[in-house]
């Protein structure tokens, strides 16, 4: 019997084994040593719910899950908490929603000691008392062989007791709900937050989310969520004294935004400029090139910041492993591609999760095709628009603008997403594990997961080169069927 037969049939008998009760062999079966990473992100309320060992268990079972990426920190809904209220509840877990009890904060301890230098002291996650998910988790997930690496994002509580010195200024001067990288309040709270973890976990790593772009694409409405003119920053008197270091004029670069501001507010209400318009956006740019400037000092804060963790984490355990989530917009907004050099975060970045969620896409590019179409691209018809960028992104045949939605992106995009990403990192040591949507909630009639396009998206992964994928966006959200699908994928390519 030759290798592959060996494993198919070994993968048989695993599997009959588990139908019969009280049997769990692949529970007690440590991971392959030279398998590929296979990570799933999820939240301290399913190992509540469900219990640790099994929730362990139920992951390594269904998809030979090696390395558990748990929600440490957020108050934001998208890592963390049970389903999404109104969208149907998967078959596990409590079969009730969390609507009225998720508060988020950090679902670890923390020592103060870490904290001295911030004017955050107060962000413990109140859902489940004193349960500390970190503490909980890595004991049992060690005894099966199973790595943890703790995962957090920039998602802060707008109101915490001392949250204002570190928060973003908008165009008009108000303190708003994002952090500010050039704070020092802030980017001492943030090493801080990995110095307790690093300190006091026996973690595998730690990776780190900012769901956020620079002022102009925010300006220009460029990206699948709501415009987010209110969010036109950062004027904080750290960011412009900076500015001012780098030569960059700030009161040019606040009197290009407003000048962008009105063109934006008129372009949304049909209002269109003699010349176009493309061309009147391209006539602000070019009388304010700060308005470019200020968008690169954005992005070079947060890279920054990011360095900073890196930094931060190997000066005290240089084996710990460093990475990003790489935004989903990162796949619709040209401009903000162009920020995600894969190469030059390369040197700080022991591994990249690029999102490449293949269901929600479809209603995601549809709504970034809207938005920037009824700003700086007002003049071309939607569908002209949406092929521009399938070419200018290098897409393959996908959905038209009338069925993507409901469609979906195929597992085609998640090859050639892949592919792309794997070239950019080429001759460099950081991992690529992309992130695929294993149930991602989308909207009535949009595209919805199910088994066959989950198996297909992970054998496209990997056929684009990944070194691992990532099961998201949270186990508590994922119905365990898709779940079986990529274990079904990897016992097809004997990963497994």
């Given amino acids: 019997m030759d290798r592959r037969q060996f ?64 929600a440490a920190f957020t108050y934001g809904r998208g890592i963390a908490g049970r389903q999404i209220p109104g969208q149907p509840l998967p078959d596990h877990g ?109 973690l595998d790593g730690i990776m780190w989310g900012s769901e956020r772009q620079g002022p102009l694409s925010n300006a220009l409405g460029a990206s699948h969520g709501d415009p987010r003119l209110s969010e036109v920053c950062d004027f904080s008197e750290s960011t412009i004294a900076k500015a001012k ?55 070079q804060s947060l890279r920054e910041t990011q360095k900073a963790v890196y930094d931060k984490v190997k000066s005290i355990k240089l084996e710990m492993g460093v990475g990003w989530h790489i935004w989903h917009n990162n796949s619709f907004n040209p401009i903000y591609r162009a920020e995600q050099d894969y190469a030059e975060m390369a040197p700080y970045s022991d591994f990249l999760k690029v999102v490449i969620y293949q269901n929600c896409a479809g209603e995601r590019m549809v709504d970034y095709i809207n938005s920037v179409g009824a700003t700086y691209f007002a003049d071309v ?22 069925h993507l939605a409901a469609t979906g992106f195929s597992a085609d995009y998640v090859f050639r997403e892949t592919k792309r990403a794997k070239q950019d990192l080429a001759g460099t040591k950081t991992q690529l594990w992309p992130g695929i949507d294993v149930d991602i909630p989308t909207g009535p009639g949009s595209a919805k997961g199910t088994p066959a396009m989950t198996k297909q998206v992970v054998e496209a992964a990997f056929k684009g080169g990944a070194d691992g994928v990532l099961i998201s966006r949270k186990y508590s959200e994922m119905k365990l069927a898709d779940l079986r699908a990529v274990g079904d994928a990897l016992r097809s390519m004997n990963m497994a």
């Fill in 94 to 202: 409590k079969q009730q929603y969390d609507k009225d009890t998720f508060v988020g904060g950090c679902y670890t301890n923390y020592d103060r000691k870490y904290f001295a230098d911030t004017t955050l002291k107060e962000f413990r996650a109140p859902d489940f008392g004193d349960y500390d998910v970190l503490e909980d988790v890595i004991p049992k997930a060690k005894k099966r062989g199973v790595k943890t690496i703790a995962w957090f994002e920039d998602v802060m509580g707008k109101n915490l007791p001392g949250i204002k010195p570190m928060q973003d200024v908008n165009l008009q001067g108000e303190k708003i709900s994002t952090m500010n990288f050039n704070a020092p309040g802030y980017r001492a709270w943030i090493l801080g937050m990995v110095e307790n973890w690093t300190r006091n976990y026996d």
């Fill in 381 to 402: 018809p939607k569908q002209e628009l949406l092929d521009f960028h399938y070419r200018v992104l290098d897409y393959g045949p996908e959905a038209d603008m009338a």
């Fill in 245 to 299: 270091a780098q030569g960059i004029n700030a009161d040019r670069a606040k009197k290009g935004y407003e000048e962008l501001e009105k063109f934006v507010t008129a372009s949304r209400k049909g209002v269109r400029p003699t010349d176009g318009y493309y061309v009147m956006l391209w006539r602000l740019m070019l009388k304010y090139p700060e308005l470019l400037a200020w968008e690169a000092l954005w992005t």
């Fill in 7 to 70: 494993i198919a049939g070994t993968g048989a008998a695993l599997a009959a084994a588990q139908a019969v009760p009280g049997v769990n062999l692949l529970a007690q079966a440590a991971p392959k040593k030279n398998a590929p990473m296979i990570g799933i992100q999820i939240g301290a309320v399913s190992f509540r719910d469900e219990g640790t060992d099994a929730v362990i268990e139920e992951c390594q079972r269904d998809a030979f899950v090696n390395t558990l990426f748990v």
